[in-house]
């Protein structure tokens, strides 16, 4: 058998490391790539490679998906991307704008690249470079349209991505797994969890106290400190004056239920009341003459609870809403049982004996006045001569 097979041909039989794709190309942006403009290319995470890399990568048995390492050596900066197409100048490699300012490159300068195998990513944390990336309403589905041009990413890129007619950067702050130390992911048919840092230049809002907030104070006291009576929130809302049970929100809601709230004129006044002549007055150049309307004054009634953003007041009165049932009861309860005067038996027969006695007594007097000779006792003053019972006797 060695003597058909050339000790050449033994060697390269053997099993050995796979070669990997290396070689060196002139790169330039995507904006300078002849035809029409490609914003998509722009801003991803693939480069245009020439049609001679296509052929040395099928020899080299590199298949889909194909990974690069992008190395500067001059400055000793790598970064990852992936390839769409092969329709470059020969010697020439295209890449987008943000990817040459992470290798800190200028249009010709020599960039060196290399086929590469990365896993697949499962973590993912970025920070957007502006706050106006706060504007999205749906950040996930504008990153995951985002990411359809990526193939890869490295922890340290700043990559670029337009939504709406505006660009915006973010950066790789973490992935995972990290395999060799080389802070790269493939993010091509993948679940990756994302996470955000705040953005840059971003402040959380501070949150603005209107009252003062209790001081824990020692010496024996329990936990929580002395709550101060100046610094409450009925105080500092000033609830005595809005809360439903005071004086003062009640003559003002009465006032403000009332249809009139000015003194009024009586139309059936007296004739010799007069009404005051108004005076004349001398009109003033830029002033009106028309007397200024009435200022009503709402200040008294109860006040709408206006209160900052964020804040809470839990000091209305509870009530507790009351059942019918429970109504009659309490009704039933607080109605007088017996009204009025009372009158014993005993005490109206004596009266009305009484009162028969004095009727019977009247009578009485009334019969004597008529029986007694009074009427007649005056004597028969006619033109004859009269008797008296004495000398009818005789």
């Keep these: ?16 490391p796979p070669r990997r794709f290396d070689e060196y190309y002139r790169c330039y942006p995507v904006a300078m790539l002849p035809g029409p403009e490609r914003e998509n ?3 991803g995470g693939k480069v245009i490679m020439p049609p001679s890399a296509l052929d040395k990568l099928t020899r080299l048995h590199i298949t889909y998906p194909m990974l690069f390492e992008l190395i500067n050596g001059a400055k000793d900066i790598m970064t990852h991307a992936g390839v769409l197409e092969f329709i470059a100048d020969e010697g020439k490699i295209y890449l987008p704008f ?6 800190s490159l200028e249009p010709g300068d020599l960039l060196r690249i290399l086929s590469t195998d990365l896993p697949s990513g499962q973590f993912i944390k970025l920070q957007a470079q502006s706050t106006t990336f706060l504007d999205i309403s749906d950040p996930k589905a504008v990153l995951e349209n985002a990411f359809r041009n990526f193939a890869c990413l490295t922890r340290g890129d700043i990559f670029t991505f337009a939504y709406n007619d505006t660009v915006y950067e973010m950066a790789v702050l973490e992935t995972k797994p990290d395999i060799a130390q080389k802070g790269a992911i493939g993010v091509l048919e993948t679940d990756l969890e994302v996470d955000f840092a705040p953005p840059v230049g971003y402040e959380e809002p501070k949150r603005v106290s209107g009252t003062s907030t209790p001081r824990s104070m020692t010496g024996g006291l329990t936990a929580g400190g002395v709550l101060h009576n100046s610094g409450t929130m009925a105080q500092a809302i000033n609830y005595a004056s809005i809360a439903p049970t005071s004086d003062s929100a009640a003559s003002g809601a009465k006032a403000v239920s009332s249809n009139f709230l000015l ?5 059936n006044a007296r004739k010799g009341s007069k009404a005051p002549t108004p005076k004349a007055s001398t ?56 009204q009025g005067q009372g009158q014993t038996l005993r005490a109206g027969t004596k009266r009305k ?15 004597e006045k008529k029986d007694t000779p009074a009427a007649v006792g005056g004597g028969q003053k006619s033109g004859g001569g009269g008797r008296t019972l004495r000398d009818t006797l005789k």
Excluded at 263 to 267: A, T
Excluded at 353 to 367: C, F, L, P, Q, R
């Design 1 to 16: 058998m060695g003597g058909m097979f050339p000790s050449g041909m033994m060697a390269r039989g053997t099993a050995g």
């Design 263 to 267: 003194g009024g004129q009586k139309l």
């Design 98 to 103: 943000w990817m040459m300012q992470t290798l």
């Design 353 to 367: 004996g009484a009162d028969g006695g004095a009727e019977m007594k009247d009578k009485g007097k009334e019969a």
């Design 283 to 338: 009109p003033v150049q830029g002033a009106s003459t028309n007397p200024p309307p009435p200022v009503i004054r709402r200040t008294n009634g109860p006040q709408p609870l206006r209160l900052p953003p964020g804040k809470l007041f839990f000091g209305y009165e509870v009530k507790p809403v009351r059942k019918s049932g429970e109504n009659k009861e309490n009704e039933d309860e607080t109605k007088p049982k017996f």
């Design 41 to 43: 290319v722009n801003h």
